[in-house]
């Protein structure tokens, strides 16, 4: 698996096409800020490495330091290494976990997907913000944060300021969540399986689920985990049907476009390419967690994976964060804020009223 993911980069570097410099330079850039978020991760276990990527890539590009000859290898990295990281991803996942949620309580994570995924685009709606911004915070809260915007950015009109500040926002609640939800479950009489059931199905990034679970015992940390990875191989299903939106979004524009005919169309709509209805990627995550499930991979080749999964998506979100302009950035005002903080809620309470069901 991990040789046909390495072959699949060789081959997307070799497709990208040719400019002055070639890529080198900004692909050793990603490497450079991907490395750093991960030093700066193992210094303090609370610091996500994505977060560190994103704040130093950011400020490196507006202020100089992100040069003309590192875009193309910036792009590369936010395009093709970023799909790569999410393949990896996938080796989180063991179907024998998932299973062993039972069905009822499986049943219960897929409801608190879909009333956080719907949910959060209706406020946004209501917010006035963009659809593309409000599906990247939807689907970051509703399944796994960073890695979860990474892999939906492909399927919106989405600009990298969305993409940075939608992951900004899944960072500050899923922080903030590690200090309030053990305050709350212990107010509420929440027992340890249960309160372990709440985190696994509030907290976006699997860290922060793990730091928010292990305040209470080795019981709660269990349950949270498990319910989290099940959460997580929704990505998959969710992705399915954001790409048939997708693509049926871009069929009415070119059957539009075609009505309109071409002397009254600017630019390329019509025989716009549909995006594929399961994109390839998608299918080397589901044959990673199928790999996973196997058993046979040991708990050293885990630990190495997750250390290149940590690494791609960092050089992905630091191809990301090179096109991010603080300018614009600020226009967005603090409605995003208002809605990441509504989801937040959101979440926790549709969370904690399916943990209340199924106990």
Not at 21 to 41: E, I, K, S, Y
Not at 317 to 333: E, H, M, P, T
Request: hydrophobic share 55%.
């Amino acid at each position: 698996m991990v040789t046909i993911v390495a072959r699949t980069l060789e081959h997307s570097i070799d497709q990208e096409p040719s400019t002055e410099g070639g890529v080198a330079p900004g692909l050793v850039v990603a490497l450079a800020a991907a490395c750093l978020g991960m030093l700066v991760h193992q210094l303090s276990d609370a610091v996500s490495p994505h977060v560190v990527v994103i704040i130093v890539v950011v400020v490196a590009a507006n202020t100089g330091v992100v040069r003309a000859s590192h875009r193309p290898g910036l792009k590369l990295a936010g395009r093709r290494v970023l799909r790569l990281g999410i393949v990896f991803v996938g080796f989180r996942l063991s179907l024998s976990e998932v299973l062993d949620l039972g069905p009822r309580a499986f049943a219960a994570v897929c409801l608190v997907v879909v009333v956080t995924f719907f949910g959060t685009q209706l406020l946004g709606r209501w917010l006035g913000l963009s659809s593309s911004l409000s599906m990247l915070i939807a689907t970051g809260y509703s399944i796994c944060g960073a890695s979860a915007i990474a892999a939906v950015e492909p399927f919106s009109d989405a600009t990298d300021e969305d993409v940075a500040y939608a992951i900004a926002l899944v960072t500050l609640c899923g922080s903030l969540a590690i200090g309030v939800l053990p305050t709350l479950g212990s107010l509420l009489g929440l027992s340890s399986h249960a309160f372990g059931s709440w985190v696994g199905a509030s907290v976006h990034d699997v860290g922060q689920v793990v730091a928010a679970a292990s305040i209470r015992d080795a019981t709660a940390l269990k349950a949270a985990v498990v319910v989290k990875l099940t959460r997580v191989s929704l990505l998959a299903p969710l992705l399915l049907g954001i790409a048939v939106s997708a693509r049926r979004r871009a069929s009415r524009s070119a059957g539009s476009a075609s009505i309109a005919g071409p002397e009254l169309v600017e630019g390329p709509a019509v025989g716009t390419r549909r995006p594929p209805i399961l994109p390839m990627f998608i299918v080397m995550f589901l044959v990673a967690a199928a790999v996973r499930s196997t058993g046979t991979l040991s708990t050293g080749a885990l630990s190495g994976i997750k250390q290149v999964e940590t690494l791609m998506l960092g050089m992905g979100l630091a191809g990301l964060g090179s096109g991010v302009d603080i300018r614009r950035l600020r226009r967005l005002g603090g409605r995003p804020l208002a809605l990441g903080l509504a989801s937040w809620v959101l979440v926790a309470a549709a969370a904690l009223g399916a943990v209340t069901v199924i106990a």
